[in-house]
């Protein structure tokens, strides 16, 4: 429930991965998002949330999982990802 993902982040006692699957990201306000997104890096499953949410997305692409960064948001993001990872992903 990403409303309760928010309310462990204020209390600090939150994840620092958080993954969605499917459209669980779709019932985030703006502001729940840029919340968890100051301190977790989010991580979903389709474009969509690439490229409405996300900083990294793990797609299904010829029966393998792909790497998918928004490198505008990673730039925007206090987060900082590892060049070895960054090297396999495939950029928007």
């Known amino acids: 429930d ?3 993902m928010l309310a462990q982040q204020s209390n600090g006692a939150g994840c620092h991965i958080l993954f969605f699957a499917g459209s669980e990201w779709r019932q985030l306000s703006q502001s729940a998002h840029q919340q ?10 389709s474009h969509g949330f690439l490229e409405n949410h996300g900083l990294m ?3 299904p692409v010829k029966s393998r999982l792909s790497i998918f ?3 505008a948001r990673l730039k925007q993001s206090p987060l ?3 060049a070895r990872l960054l090297a396999l992903a ?3």
């Open 2 to 4: 990403p409303q309760a």
């Open 90 to 92: 495939k950029t928007l």
């Open 36 to 45: 968890l997104a100051a301190r977790s890096l989010l991580i979903g499953s």
């Open 69 to 71: 960064v928004n490198l």
């Open 57 to 59: 997305a793990l797609i």
């Open 80 to 82: 900082e990802l590892e």
